[in-house]
């Protein structure tokens, strides 16, 4: 594995999507705080840094979808993946290798964001308000879900042999997963009550200091089925993440974990079973 692993980061050190990827990272992220830096002073409203450092996790899925199919799409069009074979390496090694390859250029790219954030928000904004307990324990967590979008992105980009549609499978798949995930969170921030209105029902107008129930409110077994998907889907934890509002700090990565070890072990089922002629 070491060797794959070896022509695996050559490869990537040629690689011009993944450079790409790199510049677009640092660039997007000194664009949004420059932005909003400029906003606050113009609306007269206070931002800090807090809310840009772990941005890089809303762009992740979509990004890693794009590198990945990009970058592992080539395996099958280049006769690479046939090479190896014929070589002598097995085809678990060869899916570690490429799952290994995905997690660190995709890591490599957030870590690129991050120093864009922090090279231009620290002057401007001043450091972090979190705790650096806390602060730690997201960033952890955040490394967890992109290993766990890597793997499901990897699972497509070695069971599918045509790059084309690998492209299109592995973009529409994070860009509905992420979509899931907004639309979840939206009916989890619906308020319990509608206060301060004029609302008129069946005749009645409600003085506005009355409190009325919001029919969208989600409550009880409906709710918490919603929290846990919240929770479990990497786009939900993405979402939390890059707000700096996660509250199940130690349940999250579990979940990621859980998404990261099963996509693997069924990718690498597969895989075995795939026909390569």
Known sequence: MTKLISAGFSRLRLSKIFWLGMVF??????????????????????????????GFTIIVPV??????????????????????????????????????ISITAT??????FLLGVCAVGIPLLGGLTTPLPHFFIMLLGSV??????????????????????IAIVSILCMVGLLL???????????PEFYSNVVFTENGTVHPPDELIPNPAYLTGAKRAVYEYAYDILPTGQALQYSRMSAEHLWQMPLYSLAILFLSTWLGVFFFKRKDLR
């Open 63 to 100: 990004l890693a979808a794009v590198f990945c199919s990009l970058f592992l799409g080539t395996e099958y069009s280049d006769g690479t993946m046939r090479n190896k074979l014929m070589i002598g390496h097995s085809r678990a090694v060869i899916y570690l290798s490429s799952l290994i």
């Open 107 to 112: 890591l490599l790219m957030c870590l690129a």
């Open 180 to 190: 899931l995930a907004i639309s979840i969170d939206s009916r989890l921030q619906e």
């Open 144 to 165: 967890v879900l992109v290993c766990a979008v890597c793997a499901i992105l990897t699972v497509i980009c070695m069971l599918i042999s045509n790059k084309a549609i």
């Open 25 to 54: 990272m640092l660039v997007i992220a000194m664009v949004v705080v420059v932005n909003q830096y400029y906003s606050c002073l113009k609306y007269g409203f206070e931002i800090k840094l807090d809310g840009f450092v772990l």
